[in-house]
């Protein structure tokens, strides 16, 4: 009875296509940030002087803000998202056109 009631409970909420979406979320992250900290942050590299960009910092006196790291988080974050969000669009388009 249980037995059953899982194996409708996976086939009726497609876990396997939810662990599939994670599996290529984390894998999208990994490759994400690569390409950001290892192509676009190359590009600022020049702007941050002599200074590494992970360490590139604005001193206001006793203040460090550390705006190398932040850009790439930001960048990261934002190339992110806007994959996040053609891939949602493109799913739920796909589920409008099969109902």
């Not at 599996?23 to 676009?40: C, H, P, Q, R, Y």
């Not at 992970?54 to 206001?60: H, I, K, T, V």
């Not at 990261?76 to 109902?99: Q, R, Y």
Request: charged share 15%; glycine share 6%.
């Amino acid at each position: 009875m249980i037995i059953k009631d899982f194996s409708q409970f996976l086939k009726e909420s497609n876990i396997a296509g939810m662990a599939l979406a994670f599996v290529m979320g984390a894998a999208s992250d990994t490759l994400i940030k690569s390409f950001v900290e290892n192509i676009l942050m190359a590009f600022v590299a020049p702007l941050t002087g002599e200074t590494p960009w992970q360490e590139a910092a604005l001193n206001l006196g006793p203040i460090h803000l550390r705006y190398g790291a932040f850009l790439a988080d930001f960048l990261h974050f934002t190339i992110l998202a806007f994959v996040v969000f053609i891939t949602a669009k493109k799913l739920f388009k796909m589920d409008k056109i099969s109902k």
